[in-house]
């Protein structure tokens, strides 16, 4: 989980209680990544900076109330291992915000597991503060998953467009084939004609080739 806060004062208080008994973990990791304001683009800013830094080799804090407990001070390479106290139903651990006016709060497990009725983040006054902006990596991965969607609603619309050729070729040899049958229709007509018009321009020659042979039998004839 991540979250973005806007700071108004110099010290602020990181909770964590007991829910049902028992804290949701033994300890957590935490980043406190300092910004310079609340603003949606610096939590995407710090999210991306701290990608390839993992929740490991933090620097153990324990809870103020356990007698050993320390101030944390954000820092953008630094994670914090918070160690709770397991004798208390709160554990508190104290920031200092004095050089920063935004905070960018990055935590191993969801902050609400560790919430019954004392809100996670408060200034020294005992104000809530609330998150501006939040990231949740469940709701990044139904990103991922929308993406899917999106890519297997363009392959069935590929395919449709396929499909539509399939059918447009369908048509087009059907039309062929019409074609094909008019087009023989045509030359038959042609072919027709052309015989129809050697005959009637061959005949009256014809005429005078028999009167010039057969000169009785035409005699006869007419």
């Known amino acids: 989980w991540g979250g973005i806060f806007a700071l108004e004062e110099s010290l602020h208080y990181w909770n964590a209680e007991k829910v ?43 809870a103020a109330n356990t007698g050993m407990g320390t101030v944390m001070v954000p820092n953008a390479s630094l994670c914090y291992e918070l160690h709770f106290n397991d004798k208390a139903f709160l554990s508190i651990f104290p920031i200092n915000t004095s050089s920063t006016a935004g905070l960018a709060i990055f935590t191993e497990h969801y902050p609400l597991e560790f919430e019954e009725n004392i809100h996670f983040f408060k200034t020294a006054a005992g104000e809530d503060v609330e998150a501006s902006h939040e990231y949740d990596e469940e709701e990044g991965d139904d990103e991922d ?75 006869v004839a007419w």
């Open 145 to 219: 998953k929308k993406k899917w969607s999106t890519v297997i609603l363009a392959c069935v619309i590929v395919n449709l467009l396929t499909l539509t050729g399939v059918a447009l070729l369908g048509i087009k040899i059907a039309a062929l084939e019409t074609f094909f049958k008019m087009n023989s229709l045509l030359h038959s007509f042609a072919a027709g004609a052309l015989l129809s018009t050697v005959v009637y321009l061959m005949l009256p020659e014809a005429m005078h080739f028999f009167e010039s042979k057969h000169s009785g039998e035409t005699a």
């Open 20 to 62: 049902d008994g028992a804290y949701a973990d033994e300890h957590m990791n935490i980043y406190l990544y300092p910004t310079a304001d609340d603003s949606e683009e610096y939590l995407e800013e710090a999210e991306e900076a701290l990608e390839d830094l993992p929740f490991e080799n933090c620097t153990a804090v324990y």
